[in-house]
């Protein structure tokens, strides 16, 4: 014969199952936004990393030749996550292949083809697009107000959409040569200790 429950556990059940159920609910509640917006920060990322990669067809280096591969650094944090690799992996068999190379300092520039300059390095963008000038780097970056500070091609999402910035003052000063197809997508801006 099984045991009976006292009847005093029955009458707390209901509370108990309500506190769990608005406990529950809220914890989706909560949670929900955050998924939103990592899945949203996600896909934002990957296509920032499809833009970086397409601007090695409409952006046309300065005569100054460099190594069989395209080498797309990262200065400061890599928002990316495993995006870049899993780019890098697709194109390892393409004519000029893709090379990542993530944390790099000012000493790394000279192997880059495109230097991403991440958010984290807010507070040095100035130092790095100068020490960047030196060699033939188109500079990225995708905060508010970089492309003012002398960064090449700045990628912003506004209205959930990747918007382009391009300081082609800058572009210009280091010898690059940009689409007009790719022009025609940005607004431009100028600033930045470009000459």
């Known amino acids: ?63 100054q030749t460099f190594s069989a591969k395209y080498n797309i650094c990262v200065i400061g944090d890599n928002p990316f996550g495993s995006i870049l690799q899993r780019l890098e992996e697709k194109h390892r068999s ?11 300092s000012p000493s ?12 984290s390095e807010r507070f040095n963008v100035e130092q790095i697009a100068e020490q960047a000038k030196v060699y033939p780097i188109l ?6 107000g970089f492309a003012e500070r002398g960064i090449d091609i700045n990628l912003l ?8 910035e391009i300081n082609k003052q800058c572009l210009e000063a280091k010898d690059f040569n940009v689409s007009s197809e790719l022009l025609d997508l940005a607004a431009l801006v100028r600033g930045g200790n470009c000459r």
Not at 94 to 104: A, F, G
Not at 139 to 144: A, L, N, P, R, S
Not at 157 to 164: F, H, M, Q, S
Request: proline content about 5%.
């Open 1 to 63: 014969m099984s045991k009976l429950l006292p009847l005093k556990l029955f009458k707390t059940l209901p509370g108990c199952f309500v506190v769990f159920t608005l406990f529950l609910t809220l914890s989706i509640h909560l949670l929900s936004p955050l998924a939103l917006a990592q899945d949203s920060s996600r896909r934002a990322y990957a296509i920032k990393a499809g833009f970086i990669y397409n601007f090695t067809r409409f952006v046309k280096w300065p005569s």
């Open 94 to 104: 393409k004519e000029r292949p893709l090379e990542i190379k993530l944390d790099v």
């Open 108 to 119: 790394d520039f000279q192997g880059c083809q495109i230097l991403f300059v991440s958010f």
């Open 139 to 144: 500079t990225v970056g995708d905060t508010e």
């Open 157 to 164: 999402v506004v209205e959930n959409r990747v918007k382009l």
